[in-house]
């Protein structure tokens, strides 16, 4: 056996680790978690606390972590543990999503005025980019971190029209896969400042200046992971954000909840069928978009903590979660914890690269009309960064087709929108 991967049913990113083991012919031994319990005490002795975590090349690999995978199969067929595998037939073109590195090119001809810049390379910046260059426009799409963008990071999607049983970095490789195929160019880099108002505008990145006549601000809004101290070095180790993977480690714990939206109800009662207690802490008064009939129908094993939030996630000497501090309404308080769940979405969008020239509501999200402009001529925005009642994938790639469809009337002086077919 070359590899051990412990599962549990319906974990997505579990299937795309068999996927990799089986396309590079690597025998492995599949272990779920809910089906043998023997399992989880097995992990529980090296302290690990999630799945899908794969034991492969005399390494322990928590999580799905693709260039990780690849490195650990590189040494070893360069060691010759393992045989290079052959090449895999070829998949159909329309249904292959090509990997990140296919897709981002890192530096661009920073001579060139570009019609159309978009910043960001979520849905609703990909399906920007696949209007604006299939209208014939020179497209640059500019992404910092496309994989931890809203849709990238999202485990499987099972509502975007047309597509099933998808993770989402899928998905998003197919949009971006599709734009570029259509001849918008995707460039790795931050965006870090800009000049929007006149006829040329700038952006300031971190590989060079790049000017261009129209700009649409598809940035998103989503600010975290990984912020909490602590957060990042105890992912899979105690902290978890998949009730589904990871739900059978809490069996019999007391566990802590931290979220601020209605979708925590869902991951909290699938919790609640295994972990003794519950504390779930909101940092508002209530967690958005519940209604109070579902907070009543919480089990009784959760407790509902308004105006809490995580300061710090403690580590205890071997390296696991060793409790957290909690910012209560009266003080800073350190609490015991079995394990840690964390489902804090939204955030604030990150727009400060556009200064004061484009108008901003309170909570920072920026201020379009109905055909995604914004008050700056030239400039749109689609997506999460602009104020919307739901986030969707499917709503921002609708947001960023308009957006694109209005750069393209400004750019041809048009008066009038008119649909492309
Ligand atoms: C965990 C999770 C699960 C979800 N599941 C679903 C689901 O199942 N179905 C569904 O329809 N929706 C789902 N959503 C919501 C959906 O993913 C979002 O509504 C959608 O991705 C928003 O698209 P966007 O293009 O506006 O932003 P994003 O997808 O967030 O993309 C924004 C991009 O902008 C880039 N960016 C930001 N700042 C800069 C900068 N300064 N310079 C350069 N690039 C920058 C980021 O790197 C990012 O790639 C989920 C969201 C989350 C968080």
């Known amino acids: 056996m070359q590899a051990t991967l412990y599962t549990s049913t319906g974990c997505a990113y579990c299937k795309k680790i068999k996927e990799f083991l089986t396309e590079n012919s690597i025998a492995y031994e599949e272990r779920d978690i809910l089906v043998e319990p023997a399992w989880l005490d097995e992990l529980a002795k090296y302290g690990i606390f999630g799945v899908p975590a794969l034991y492969f090349g005399d390494e322990w690999i928590i999580g799905f972590r693709p260039n990780k995978m690849k490195a650990v199969l590189a040494k070893l067929q360069e060691s010759g543990a393992i045989a290079a595998a052959a090449p895999a037939p070829e998949a159909p073109a329309a249904e292959a999503a090509p990997a990140q590195d296919e897709i981002f090119v890192r530096e661009v ?11 960001g390379g979520g ?34 999607v099972e509502n975007y029209p047309g597509v099933q049983g998808v993770t989402g970095a899928e998905l998003l490789g197919t949009m971006q896969g599709h734009a570029k195929a259509q001849g918008a160019i995707f460039l790795q880099a931050a965006v870090l400042r800009s000049k929007l108002i006149g006829t040329e505008k700038e952006i300031e990145t971190a590989v060079g200046t790049i000017r261009t006549r129209a700009v649409i601000v598809a940035a998103g809004a989503r600010s975290r992971k990984g912020k909490i101290p602590g957060e990042q070095e105890l992912e899979g180790r105690g902290v978890s954000y998949c ?42 008064e209530k967690l958005t978009g519940a209604a109070p009939e579902e907070l009543a129908k919480l089990p009784e094993s959760v407790t509902l903590y308004p105006k809490h939030k995580i300061k710090e996630i403690l580590s205890t000497e071997a390296g696991g979660l060793g409790g957290v501090k909690v910012l209560t309404p009266t003080g800073e308080e350190t609490w015991e914890a079995g394990a840690l769940f964390l489902y804090m979405g939204g955030g604030a969008p990150g727009t400060s690269f556009l200064g004061d020239e484009v108008p901003l509501d309170a909570e920072g999200y920026l201020v379009v009309d109905e055909t995604m402009a914004t008050p700056v001529e030239g400039v749109f925005a689609a997506g999460d960064v602009r104020k919307t009642l739901v986030k969707q994938a499917v709503l921002a790639a609708a947001d960023g087709a308009m957006a694109a469809i209005n750069a393209d009337r400004f750019l041809r002086g048009r008066k009038k929108l008119s649909a492309q077919y």
């Open 109 to 119: 001809d920073t001579n060139k005025l570009w019609d159309v810049v978009v910043i």
């Open 123 to 156: 849905p609703a910046g990909a399906s920007a980019a696949l209007y604006a260059a299939r209208a014939g426009h020179a497209t640059l799409v500019i992404d910092k971190a496309p994989s931890t963008g809203s849709l990238a990071i999202a485990k499987e």
């Open 243 to 284: 009730a589904i993977c990871d739900g059978a480690f809490t069996r019999g714990k007391d566990v802590v909840v931290f979220g601020d939206n209605a979708e925590v109800l869902e991951e909290v009662a699938m919790l609640a069928t295994f972990a003794a207690k519950i504390r779930l802490l909101t940092p508002g």
